[in-house]
Structures are given as structure tokens and as C-alpha cells.
């Protein structure tokens, strides 16, 4: 049901309809995979990861003539709005700088004469999270079209759509120069944490080397298997169906670092974790993890158990930077750090005070670092925050002054009803206008 107008707190000159009573909107399809000669087009296809993109002027695949006969993919005219269905990235929003096609899970939005495409898009923007409640799917949630064409949009007058998003544009471009400083100064951080590590394992922060490729006075090379146990043969990986039944109290470790919990445990003790998998290579978490207390061990990382000689904690930092992808096997699919190689690996080693010494530096530059992190993270938060505020004041009728001499929306809707009422052109199947690959 429709809010009113009084409900959605907007001017007496807006209107409230759904979508699909005032736009024309329709999904692509995929031709079939098995007809090579279908993606030796000219026709621009579209797929829902490239959204990101904004505009869309080049693709990453092309469709033939043929394809678009024998498949429900349809040409897309230049200036549609495209939204994501389904799939990591539902909700995501883009134009069509080109006429293209699209695969099933990107839905065009045409051009029309009563709302602003720009102006839809923010207005989707801003309801992103209320469409995705919406979705159904389980696993994989879907953005129905009967749902985006059920959803209310408020309709300003024509000449005042414009300024809201001229209004937005300038207040949105202030914001994402500033998340952009953030981000390289988040991406600086990451750097110098590197550095740290870096200098740490050369001795820099013990004395100083006569030679670069020396070792520091007193330190010395080790083999990990010398200085730490290996404790793999006690981990034991569990499925998630079994874990969901005996979800407990106790972590559950493994590539990702903890991945869920446990009621029982395999391990009580500090130790270091070093992810196995060369697929985890990249993200975020370190080569290596330190753990503590009870805990459960899955067989995606190793488990080190350090002896007397080593500081835990100088044995995660050093492990964490260490060059592990040199060490690991395979040449397809997934490669992995075994357990020979990896104990088998050449560690630096000093005296426990020295130890002690290169983790309280560390940790000291460490601190300053999260101090930073934290204040960047949360200035990332209030951007996003504040881009949410605009866009409700923004569509509140609160961002720009209302202009008495602007036709109102339903004047509009009035004017055009007879317009609307014929029948919509669809998207062609066969168009001579698509624009062709370069």
C-alpha cells in the first residue's frame, strides 16, 4: 500500500507511485555457453560484477546477432539504469554508457519522462537495504522485479529532481575525495606495518649490521622444527551441518582465523597458527595468528607449539611477514604450505631478552597504527553516515528549496497520463545500433 504523502513527510508538489507505474523495466539473459560462436559478437554484454564501473562504455564479453536471436538477452538502449538481482552484488547500481546487452541478473531500467534516471538511482541507493529485506532465495537472496516494480518512489517536479541531484553530486564529491584520503592513508598504514615487521627481522631495532647481508650481532638462523613442535596430527576439521548441532563456547579456528564455535576443545594453550592454503593469500588476516586459551583446530592452518628458545609472540610477528608462497606446492588449484616444508623453513633467531625487546618495539609502532586504523575506519563509517543523511533529507524535500514556479508532479503525471497509458516500446531484439567492440 502507498504511503501518503503526510506519511512520507514530502511537499505537497511530490507525488508517491510505484515504480512500475512509471518506469519500464526488464532483465537480459544469457545466451548458451555451449555455441562458442555466440561471444565472438560486437554487441556489448553486461554482467552484474561490472556495475562497478558506473558507466558502462566496454564489456568484458561480446554476443553475436545470433545469441541475441536465440537467447532471452534483448539490447539495452544508452542512458538505461541498471541494478544487480541477485549474487554478491545485489543492489549494485550502474548506466549504460553504450547500448548492450545484459545477462539475467542485471535488470534495465528505461529512460522516461517522469522521473530522472539519476535521480532513481540515488533513490535505489538509498533504499538498497529495504529491497534486499525484501529478496527472497535463502543462500543466494533475489531482488524480484515484481518487487523493485512494487516499490514506492516519490516523484518531485521535473526541475527540482535536477537540483537534488546536482545537489547530491556536489555533496557526495566533497564526501568520496575525502574517503579517498582515508583509504590511501588506510592502504599507507598497511605499508608501514609491513616496514615494521621488515625492520624488526633485520635487527634494526637491536643494533645496527656492518653488512646488509649479514646477520645482526647475535642472531643466528634456525630451522622452525628446531625451535617449535608441530602439534598438526591433533587439529581435526568439522562440517558445518556437525558444527551447527554443537555449537559451544570454544573457537574454532582455521585459514580465516576463528570461523565459528565449538563445544568442545582440542587445544588449551598459547600457539601460532599458520594458514595452509595458498588460496587465503591476501586477505586481510597475516600469514600466521596467535591463539590462546581452549580451542579447536580445523586442518586448514598448521599449528606451533614455540620451545623455551622462542617468544610466542616474536615467533608470530617474524612467521606473519614471512615468505611463505616461495614454500608452497602444486602448480594448479589450490597450492599449499605443507607441514615438511614449513618446518623445514629458516627462521631468525636471538637471545629471549632480544626477543622481548624487537616485540615491545614492534608492538610499540604496532599501537600507533590501530590508534590510526580505528580513527580512519570510524571517519569511513561517518562518511557512509552521512551520505545516507543527505540522501533522506534529499528525498524528505529538505536538501534543495522548493520553487513555486516548478509544475508540480502531478501536474506532470496528468499531463503525460494519456502517454503512459499506450503501450510501452520494449527492448529490441535485434538492434543495429548496439555499439560494437573496439
Known amino acids: 500500500m502507498l504511503k501518503t504523502k503526510t506519511e512520507n513527510k514530502i511537499p505537497e508538489s511530490w507525488e508517491i507511485r510505484r515504480l512500475g507505474e512509471i518506469c519500464f523495466t526488464t532483465s537480459g539473459g544469457t545466451p548458451s555457453r555451449k555455441i562458442s560462436s555466440y561471444y565472438e559478437g560486437t554487441i556489448p554484454w553486461v554482467k552484474s560484477g561490472e556495475l562497478e564501473k558506473g558507466t558502462i562504455k566496454e564489456t568484458e564479453e561480446y554476443i553475436s546477432q545470433d545469441a541475441l536471436k536465440n537467447s532471452s538477452a534483448k539490447i539495452f538502449p544508452k542512458g538505461t539504469l541498471l541494478i544487480a538481482l541477485y549474487g554478491a552484488t545485489i543492489g549494485k547500481l550502474g548506466f549504460l554508457g553504450v547500448d548492450a546487452a545484459t545477462n539475467q541478473a542485471v535488470c534495465g531500467i528505461f529512460q522516461n519522462d517522469i522521473v530522472d534516471l539519476s535521480f532513481l538511482k540515488h533513490f535505489l541507493f538509498f533504499n538498497k537495504r529495504k529491497l534486499v529485506e525484501q529478496s527472497a532465495g535463502g543462500a543466494q537472496p533475489n531482488i524480484s522485479q515484481a518487487i523493485l516494480k512494487d516499490l514506492s518512489i516519490v516523484i518531485p517536479p521535473a526541475n527540482e529532481q535536477k537540483r537534488i541531484v546536482a545537489k547530491i553530486e556536489e555533496l557526495f564529491s566533497r564526501l568520496d575525495a575525502g574517503v579517498d584520503s582515508l583509504k590511501k592513508a588506510q592502504a599507507q598504514l598497511k605499508t608501514y606495518r609491513q616496514a615494521v615487521l621488515k625492520w624488526a627481522f633485520e635487527g ?6 656492518k653488512d646488509d647481508n649479514e646477520l645482526p650481532d647475535g642472531w643466528y638462523l634456525e630451522k622452525l622444527e628446531t ?7 591433533r587439529r581435526r576439521p568439522i562440517n ?11 573457537p574454532y579456528y582455521g585459514a580465516n582465523g576463528r570461523t565459528g564455535w565449538i563445544d568442545d576443545y582440542l587445544f588449551n594453550e598459547p600457539l601460532v597458527l599458520v594458514v595452509e592454503d595458498e588460496t587465503f593469500v591476501g586477505r586481510e588476516l597475516p600469514f600466521s595468528y596467535k591463539i590462546s586459551g581452549k580451542s579447536w583446530v580445523n586442518n586448514h592452518a598448521h599449528v606451533l607449539k614455540p620451545s623455551s628458545k622462542l617468544n610466542i609472540d616474536f615467533l608470530n610477528y617474524q612467521l606473519s611477514y614471512y615468505p611463505f608462497l616461495q614454500l608452497t606446492t602444486g602448480t594448479t588449484g589450490r597450492k599449499k604450505l605443507t607441514k615438511n616444508a614449513l618446518m623445514n623453513a629458516t627462521i631468525r633467531v636471538c637471545s629471549l631478552p632480544l626477543q622481548q625487546h624487537v616485540v615491545s618495539e614492534i608492538e610499540k609502532r604496532l599501537s600507533v597504527c590501530d590508534k590510526l586504523e580505528e580513527s580512519i575506519a570510524q571517519g569511513l563509517k561517518q562518511a557512509e553516515a552521512l551520505k545516507q543523511s543527505i540522501l533522506k533529507k534529499a528525498f524528505e524535500g529538505k536538501l534543495v528549496p522548493q520553487n513555486p514556479d516548478d509544475e508540480p508532479a502531478g501536474v506532470l503525471l496528468d499531463r503525460i497520463r494519456s502517454e503512459r497509458e499506450k503501450p510501452v516500446a520494449t527492448a529490441t531484439k535485434n538492434s543495429t545500433t548496439a555499439s560494437k567492440k573496439k
Not at 228 to 233: G, I, M, P, V
Not at 240 to 250: L, Y
Open 227 to 233: 625451535v617449535a613442535e608441530n602439534l598438526d596430527s
Open 204 to 209: 634494526k631495532f637491536t643494533n645496527k649490521k
Open 240 to 250: 558445518k551441518s556437525e558444527r551447527a548441532k554443537r555449537e559451544g563456547n570454544i
